[in-house]
């Protein structure tokens, strides 16, 4: 069982990314706040679960969550200002979309940026420790992973329905065969 909550404050938000590592799509991140008492043995970081079950638990984190919400950075923007960079800036606009303001933030991975005026901790493999970091985890994989089989249907040469992005052999050979989409980042090693 993951731990509810790193702080006793009134409300913490967890955040987690998801995408980073591919070359196609923008990077996706969610902020979550759960009730103090709120226990889920099921959540956990979103890459050990199945798809069905991610679909069954976000649903389950919407109904219970105190509040949760979306931050997305395009891969145009990821070209700008590179991937560390759009990963905070999702995590950032995640955070300002929460309708209740968090008194405390608890981060994934080990690098992030002050937001406003909250305090936060970075916790690495956070998502395998608190319950709303994986919560976080989960809700921005599923919507990411909607977001490119969605563009899968128009883009069908480069299996995103199935690799969302990431660097598969097959992904990297359709680039070579056909050449880079609207939705693929520049800056990153396409081949």
């Known amino acids: 069982m993951l731990k509810s909550f790193y702080q006793e404050k009134i409300y913490e938000a967890g955040c987690d990314e998801v995408g980073r590592g591919c070359l196609a799509g923008p990077v996706i991140a969610a902020a979550v706040i759960l009730p103090k008492n709120y226990k889920n043995n099921n959540i ?10 991610r679909k069954i638990l976000e649903i389950e984190i919407k109904n219970n969550a105190i509040d949760w919400s979306i931050g997305i950075v395009n891969n145009k923007k990821i070209d700008k200002i590179n991937i560390l960079n759009a990963s905070i800036l999702a995590m950032h606009n995640a955070i300002n979309k929460l309708k209740i303001k968090p008194n405390y933030l608890i981060i994934d991975g080990n690098k992030f ?10 916790i690495i493999q956070g998502d395998n420790k608190y319950l709303s970091i994986a919560a976080a985890s989960i809700i921005a994989k599923n919507y990411r992973d909607n977001f490119m089989c969605n563009k899968a249907k128009k883009f069908g040469i480069y299996s995103w329905e199935t690799n969302f992005g990431y660097p598969t052999k097959k992904h990297k050979e359709a680039i070579k065969k056909f050449g880079i989409s609207s939705y693929h980042r520049k800056s990153f090693k396409l081949s």
């Open 44 to 53: 956990k970081d979103s890459k050990k679960i199945s798809v069905k079950k």
């Open 113 to 122: 940026k002050p937001y406003k005026k909250i305090k936060h901790t970075c």
